[in-house]
C-alpha cells in the first residue's frame, strides 16, 4: 500500500466518526496537505514579458514535474481581452510530462497594436484547477509591428545616415582648415614681394 492509499485509509477510517472526532479531523488536515505540496511539484515556466516584432508571433510556455510518477496536466492560456488571440482565440492542450522532465508548448499569437496580459493556468485532465501559485502565471504580451527585416532596414539606413554626417562635419572641418591655412602663405608673399621691391 502507497503512502497516499494509506493515508486515505486512514482519513475514511470508522474510527473517526462521531462528534469530538479531533483524530479525523487532524488526519484529513493532513491529507490536504500532503495533496498541496505534491501539487507545489509541478509548476508551469513562462515569460513575464513577450514582445512581438509583427501582429503575429510564437512564444513558448513549459510545465515541469517534480514529481516521481508521470502526470497529465491541460495547459490554457486566456487572454484579458479579444484584442489578442493565442491559437484561434484561446489556447488548451493537454499535456504528459514524465518525472523530473520539463516539454515546452508553443503558444501562436496574433493581436493588434498594444499590450495584452495572458493568464497561463494548468487544470487536471478532468478540468480542476490546480490551486498552488506555481501552477498558474500572467505574462504580458507587446505587439510592435515592426517585423525583424523591418527593424534591420531601419537600422541600416540610420547607420548609412550617422556615416554620411560624419563624413561631411570631417569635410567642412577639412575646408575650414585649409581656408585658414591658406591665407598665412599669401600674407607671406605679399610681405616678401614688399621686402624685394624695397630692396630694389
Same mark, same amino acid.
Given at each position: 500500500?502507497?503512502?497516499?492509499?494509506?493515508?486515505?485509509?486512514?482519513?475514511?477510517?470508522?474510527?473517526?466518526?462521531?462528534?469530538?472526532?479531533?483524530?479525523?479531523?487532524?488526519?484529513?488536515?493532513?491529507?490536504?496537505?500532503?495533496?498541496?505540496?505534491?501539487?507545489?511539484?509541478?509548476?508551469?515556466?513562462?515569460?513575464?514579458?513577450? #514582445?512581438?516584432?509583427?501582429?503575429?508571433?510564437?512564444?513558448?510556455?513549459?510545465?515541469?514535474?517534480?514529481?516521481?510518477?508521470?502526470?497529465?496536466?491541460?495547459?490554457?492560456?486566456?487572454?484579458?481581452?479579444?484584442?489578442?488571440?493565442?491559437?484561434?482565440?484561446?489556447?488548451?492542450?493537454?499535456?504528459?510530462?514524465?518525472?523530473?522532465?520539463?516539454?515546452?508548448?508553443?503558444?501562436?499569437?496574433?493581436?493588434?497594436?498594444?499590450?495584452?496580459?495572458?493568464?497561463?493556468?494548468?487544470?487536471?485532465?478532468?478540468?480542476?484547477?490546480?490551486?498552488?501559485?506555481?501552477?498558474?502565471?500572467?505574462?504580458?504580451?507587446?505587439?510592435?509591428?515592426?517585423?525583424?527585416?523591418? #527593424?534591420?532596414?531601419?537600422?541600416?539606413?540610420?547607420?548609412?545616415?550617422? #556615416?554620411?554626417?560624419?563624413?561631411?562635419?570631417?569635410?567642412?572641418?577639412?575646408?575650414?582648415?585649409?581656408?585658414?591655412?591658406?591665407?598665412?602663405?599669401?600674407?607671406?608673399?605679399?610681405?616678401?614681394?614688399?621686402?624685394?621691391?624695397?630692396?630694389?
Amino acid at each position: 500500500m502507497s503512502a497516499l492509499d494509506a493515508a486515505a485509509a486512514v482519513t475514511e477510517s470508522a474510527a473517526w466518526r462521531g462528534d469530538g472526532s479531533y483524530g479525523g479531523w487532524l488526519a484529513l488536515t493532513q491529507l490536504s496537505d500532503f495533496f498541496t505540496s505534491q501539487e507545489g511539484l509541478v509548476r508551469v515556466i513562462a515569460s513575464k514579458k513577450v #514582445l512581438l516584432a509583427g501582429t503575429t508571433g510564437t512564444t513558448p510556455v513549459s510545465v515541469h514535474n517534480g514529481l516521481k510518477v508521470p502526470i497529465q496536466v491541460l495547459v490554457e492560456a486566456t487572454p484579458a481581452n479579444s484584442a489578442l488571440k493565442v491559437g484561434s482565440g484561446s489556447f488548451q492542450r493537454l499535456l504528459t510530462v514524465d518525472p523530473g522532465m520539463t516539454p515546452t508548448v508553443p503558444l501562436k499569437m496574433s493581436s493588434l497594436l498594444g499590450t495584452t496580459d495572458v493568464r497561463i493556468q494548468l487544470f487536471t485532465r478532468n478540468g480542476t484547477p490546480l490551486t498552488v501559485p506555481t501552477a498558474s502565471a500572467t505574462m504580458s504580451v507587446e505587439v510592435t509591428r515592426f517585423g525583424r527585416t523591418l #527593424l534591420v532596414t531601419l537600422a541600416g539606413v540610420i547607420g548609412v545616415l550617422v #556615416l554620411t554626417t560624419i563624413v561631411r562635419l570631417r569635410r567642412k572641418r577639412r575646408a575650414a582648415g585649409e581656408h585658414d591655412g591658406g591665407g598665412e602663405p599669401d600674407e607671406a608673399k605679399t610681405e616678401s614681394r614688399a621686402h624685394a621691391g624695397g630692396a630694389g
